[in-house]
C-alpha cells in the first residue's frame, strides 16, 4: 500500500520550455503533497506544500510564478516548471501523506535536465 | 539552529554487521514525530520507521529498529544483519506544523552507508 507513482521520471529540454510533473497517490487519498528538489549529495529541500482544492504554501525564497503547483484532486498534484533554465536543472521529488499522523510516502523523482 | 543532526557524513560496516545511525533533534513541541528514510542511489525516498514522541516503546521494522532516547534527544537507527542492499543514504526527519498547519518534514543531511561483503 501507500505508492505514489511521479511522472516523469527523466526529463531533458531546451531552455524557456515549461515542464510539467505529475504526482499521484494511487492507493490512498492525499490530503496534502509536498514538492521537494534535491541537489547531488545534499538533503531534500522543500519547495513547497499543496493542500487539496487551495493554493499551496512555498517556502521562503522559492518562486512561486517559477514553480507553479496545482492540487486539483486527493489524488493528483502537479509542479510545472516555468520557462526553465540551466538553473532549474535538478532531482525534483513529490511524497504524499494521507493525514496528519501519517508518514510521507515519496515518488520515485524526476530527474530535470535544461540545455 | 539545525533542528536534526546527522553527525556521520559516511559510515561502513560490514555484511551481516549491526550498524547504528546518528540522529539528535531540537525541538520545543512536546507532540513530534521522527522518522528514517533510505535513498538508494537510484533516488527514489523509502520510508524505514516512525517514532512519535508519546510512544512508550521504540519502534521496530524488521531490521530496523530506533533507539529513541528523548532526555537526549536523539532518535538513532539500528540495522541489524546488514546486507548490500543496504548501501544508500540514510535521512532522519522529524515533523512539525508549518504556518499552514501542515506537518511539514525537517531533514537532517544524511548518512551514507556502505555495506562491505
Known amino acids: 500500500g501507500a505508492v505514489v507513482s511521479q511522472h516523469p521520471s527523466r526529463v531533458i529540454c531546451k531552455s524557456g520550455t515549461s515542464v510539467k510533473i505529475e504526482c499521484r497517490s494511487l492507493d490512498f487519498q492525499a490530503t496534502t503533497m509536498f514538492w521537494y528538489r534535491q541537489f547531488p549529495k545534499q538533503s531534500l529541500m522543500l519547495m513547497a506544500t499543496?493542500?487539496?482544492?487551495?493554493?499551496?504554501?512555498?517556502e521562503q525564497g522559492v518562486e512561486k510564478d517559477k514553480f507553479l503547483i496545482n492540487h486539483a484532486s486527493l489524488t493528483l498534484s502537479t509542479l510545472t516548471v516555468t520557462s526553465a533554465h540551466p538553473e532549474d536543472s535538478s532531482f525534483y521529488i513529490c511524497?504524499?501523506?494521507?493525514?496528519?499522523?501519517?508518514?510521507?510516502?515519496f515518488g520515485d523523482g524526476t530527474r530535470l535536465s535544461i540545455l | 539552529a539545525q533542528k536534526i543532526t546527522q553527525t556521520q557524513p559516511g559510515m561502513f560496516v560490514q555484511e551481516k554487521e549491526a550498524v547504528t545511525l546518528d540522529c539528535t533533534y531540537d525541538t520545543s513541541d512536546p507532540s513530534y514525530g521522527l522518522f528514517w528514510y533510505k535513498q538508494p542511489s537510484s533516488g527514489e525516498m523509502i520510508f524505514l520507521i516512525y517514532?512519535?514522541?508519546?510512544d512508550q516503546q521504540n519502534a521496530t521494522e524488521g531490521r530496523y529498529s530506533l533507539n529513541f532516547q528523548k532526555a537526549r534527544k536523539s532518535a538513532n537507527l539500528v540495522i541489524s544483519a546488514s546486507q548490500l542492499g543496504d548501501s544508500a543514504m540514510y535521512f532522519c526527519a522529524m515533523r512539525e506544523i508549518n504556518a499552514g498547519n501542515n506537518r511539514k518534514l525537517i531533514w537532517g543531511l544524511g548518512t551514507s552507508l556502505a555495506v562491505n561483503p
Open positions: 517514532q512519535g514522541s508519546y
Open positions: 511524497s504524499a501523506s494521507g493525514g496528519s499522523n501519517q508518514p510521507q510516502h
Open positions: 499543496s493542500n487539496e482544492g487551495s493554493k499551496a504554501t512555498y
